[in-house]
């Protein structure tokens, strides 16, 4: 195997003459990756998200990422074409990250007027859907509606339909990217949340000289008061205890109002008229005292539980990609936001990799990972780079175990091959760990 490396002054020319040229010779590179779909990892399965949905209904559906799937009545046929009345089974997954793309096997390359090409990612997603354990389909002349969770407000991303047959993507239209409301809408729950006053309250005092009233309470019907007995009630203003003196009610009636100790009317009836007025429960100090050590208590409890909503929200929040791409879809499948890399500096390598010391006589294949981690492609023997990226190199081993080239051994190949040096192999670092989770992947991809 020998190393294919583009001289300084050839770059130049590679960039504004020859592209084109370079990546034709990039297409027996490409032999392996014939199949649409081909995990590398197949022990470690992708979170799914599944949605019931009543077909005569539809619906609108918030996902963890941040996306919201519409779908509107009467939606979904059969494969004869026949509208669907029983539950509908949506099966949703989503991928945005290097890992996510990495563990789907979904082919990133894309093959334009006889040339591959290397996608990177706006946001991706499969979507299927059955009845009855069957498959199913989008009726004629409706459509589904996706606020695509991304990571990028990109305006030059394309939306893209994989063919499975011919592992393909298919060009169906333009995506813009808006601000992610789901996102919005979780921001302002938490400032609200952050700002709301604590629910626990304790009784006033009773105030000195006021009129008080032994009311027969149900405690249990009032949960603002399941915490005291035994309360005075005291009326909110001298002008009321005025014009509810001296008559003799025949029934009195306790109405909350809210929530709170101080949303309470008196109704009282009788004597061919009713009258309502505010009242609200009250203690001795001695009582409030006491309470207050309770309360304090309570209260310390009460801002734990809060602030340990907070931060779980704010770790959703952190979590949510902060746009949406508006997308239409009329049958189910793989599809893509994506947009072809962009070289500024691209490479043809083609290096013999070592493991322990020993020539690899047969290459796994592996993955070049470049940039914020949304660009994942497979290879097999030479490949393509953009010197002014970032890039990583993953080797799929076997067993859970993986191995890596750095962007930093990637350079210091393409560094010595410029000095004409006689240096073809690269040395693959073996992973520490096994690989058997997609947290384990991520921590190796924040790792490396």
């Not at 130049?12 to 370079?22: H, I, N, P, R, Y």
């Not at 909350?256 to 100090?285: A, C």
């Amino acid at each position: 195997m020998k190393t294919t490396f583009v001289s300084a002054i050839f770059v130049s020319a590679l960039v504004f003459a020859s592209g084109c040229d370079t990546r034709k010779q990039l297409k027996q590179s490409f032999a392996r990756q014939q199949k649409a779909i081909e995990r590398p990892l197949t022990h470690i399965e992708k979170q799914v998200t599944m949605l019931n949905v009543d077909p005569r209904k539809g619906g609108e559906f918030y996902l963890e990422t941040g996306t919201v799937l519409s779908i509107p009545e009467n939606a979904f046929v059969d494969k004869e074409g026949n509208a669907l009345t029983e539950p509908v089974h949506i099966k949703m997954q989503e991928f945005h990250s290097a890992s996510d793309i990495f563990l789907s096997g979904i082919t990133m390359h894309y093959e334009e007027n006889g040339v591959n090409e290397s996608f990177e990612s706006a946001g991706m997603f499969n979507i299927e859907g059955t009845c009855n354990g069957k498959q199913i389909e989008v009726a004629e002349g409706k459509s589904l509606n996706l606020e695509l969770a991304s990571r990028t407000d990109d305006f030059s991303y394309d939306f893209f339909q994989l063919d499975t047959v011919t592992a393909n993507w298919i060009k169906v239209g333009a995506t813009k990217a808006i601000d992610n409301r789901v996102k919005k809408n979780l921001k302002d729950s938490i400032q609200k949340m952050a700002n709301t006053p604590s629910k626990i309250e304790i009784p006033e005092m009773m105030e000195a000289g006021a009129v008080l009233l032994d009311i027969d309470v149900d405690y249990r019907k009032y949960p603002q008061l399941k915490d005291f007995y035994g309360l005075a009630w005291q009326v909110e203003s001298s002008e009321n205890v005025s014009e509810i003196s001296n008559v003799v009610w025949e029934q009195t009636t306790l109405i909350s109002t809210g929530d709170g100790l101080k949303d309470f009317k008196l109704r009282l009836s009788g004597q061919d008229q009713v009258k309502e007025v505010k009242v609200q429960p009250v203690i001795s100090k001695k009582e409030r005292d006491k309470l207050e050590k309770k309360i304090a208590e309570a209260r310390k409890l009460e801002e734990a539980a809060r602030a340990e909503l907070l931060a779980n929200a704010n770790k959703r929040y952190q979590s949510i990609a902060s746009f949406q791409r508006n997308i239409e879809i009329n049958g189910f499948g793989v599809f893509n936001c994506d947009r072809v890399i962009k070289y500024q500096e691209p490479l043809t390598l083609e290096p013999e990799f070592m493991l322990d010391g020993k020539l690899l006589s047969q290459l796994p294949p592996y993955y070049l990972i470049s940039n914020d981690n949304s660009a994942v492609s497979q290879y097999s023997n030479k490949f393509r780079i953009d010197a002014k990226r970032i890039n990583r190199l993953l080797f799929v081993l076997g067993e859970g175990q993986m191995a890596y080239v750095s962007n930093k051994q990637l350079l210091d190949f393409i560094a010595q091959a410029k000095s004409n040096s006689n240096r073809r192999s690269i040395e693959l670092q073996p992973v520490g760990f096994a690989v058997n989770t997609a947290d384990d992947l991520s921590d190796l991809l924040q790792e490396i």
